[in-house]
């Protein structure tokens, strides 16, 4: 099971001026944070209240209908080719870079058991889209279109120019080539979807983009490069009933919420550090930046009063960002909460040979690339402590589908309870909708013309 050790964010670890009294707080908050989770599970059928996540390690008919998917399709394409943005990708970027062999893209078909390549296109780049148009043939390409609202710029406009290609290549077979993840009743991929008889994946009702990596958003992709997805809903399983106790002591999503909102408000730390001592679990912290950025950046409370809250989320990878970033978390302003997530045990024992003895690296002859990774990982910790920064550990015992599941999972019930403690709604995006809306007055859409003059006269000045 994740653990979490928080005892590197306590004043007897740090000192006082940068650490909590854990025990104190944690009695202090005992109640406030019952409260929270009963309300969020109180709450969570509830429709309109956007928690419809929270039941995702028990959707036994999406799994089912995914794998039934999977096993139709198996053997047919060699490239998945995923097109979406922020929600709509990231999960699936992190997930399937943490569970495929490393370099996936790059093992022959043999080596991967005969399973596709799988490549996530989530930026419009006109250059990278061309680029992997140039690697993938699309006759065996399965592309997986992925957008919630059914009409989000970026997406479509790849799956515009893909399509286009695609039916110029394949004829009216294309449409075999093509699934669609979306909304179920609303949005234009929706439509689009039944009109040219695409399979359709539904995003059930109620979870926000960054809550979706374990929906159909997720699962569909996982599935078709052979991850084991029944795994990973056991390891959500399991961890929501640790993450429904409400007792603070025997609940870490609480904990890592409850520190985190302590050093904001009362120690003027508001930039939250994820780094994972693993190369597999990059783009975990690209997940998390976006889960914390939209889910807590909030202009105004419950309240309707201004609060401007949010803790900014910053990515680091260990060992990587020792050599770029930690001189700056060791000595620069003392604003951040760093938390390491830490392996129990890599795949692979790599030992470094017994060569070069006579030299100054002849002492890492005979230990391990593991042994080595650890250090790094304490050697930091004990540099964090010294400079007094508060830190915290997350430990996975290995990494697969049940462990990395738990983690993601709990790092969204610790961001559902951030919200609630910081009052405000973490699961709208306000301030992303109304990019979305400029947008679409710059590019023309129509009934979106309202704000036309106003733009102009900005962008001018
Ligand atoms: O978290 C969110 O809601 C957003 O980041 C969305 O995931 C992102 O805007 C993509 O939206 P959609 O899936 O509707 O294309």
Known sequence: MLRLNCKNS?????????????????????????????????RKDKPGECLQWLNLGYNEETVWYVKEFASMVEGRFENILVLGIGGSALGGLAVTEALLKPYWNFLSAEQRNNLPRIFFLDNIDPDSINGIL????LK??????????????????????????????????????IIATTDKKMGILRQLADQEGYKIFYVPDDIGGRFSVFSSIGLVPFALVGLDIDK??????????????????????????????LMDTKKGKNITVLMPYSSRLKYIPDWYVQLIAESLGKAVNRNSETVFAGL?????????????????????PNDKVITFIRVGEFDTNLEIPRIFEYTGIGYLGGKTINDLMNAEADSTMVSLIDNQRPTLT???DKIDEYHIAQLLYMLEVQTAIAGELYNINAFDQPGVEQVKNYLYTLMGRAGYDGSSSYLKEKIGS
């Open 232 to 261: 990973i809903i056991n390891g959500i399983k399991d961890i929501d009933l640790e993450l429904k106790n409400t007792d603070i002591r025997q609940n870490i999503a609480s904990q890592y919420a409850l520190i985190h909102y």
């Open 134 to 137: 140039a690697i993938l043939d």
């Open 394 to 396: 997350l430990t996975i």
């Open 312 to 332: 900014t989320p910053v990515k680091a990878l260990g060992a990587t960002d020792q050599h770029t970033k930690l001189q700056l978390f060791n000595e620069g």
């Open 10 to 42: 306590d004043y007897r670890i740090i000192g006082e001026e940068h650490g909590l009294n854990l025990e104190e707080e944690f009695n202090n908050y005992a109640g406030r944070i019952a409260d929270i989770i009963r309300n969020l599970n109180q």
């Open 140 to 177: 065996k390409t399965l592309v997986n279109v992925i957008t919630k609202s059914g009409d989000t710029a970026e997406t479509m406009s790849q799956f515009m120019v893909i399509k286009d290609l695609m039916e110029k290549a394949l004829g009216d077979d294309y449409r075999k080539n």
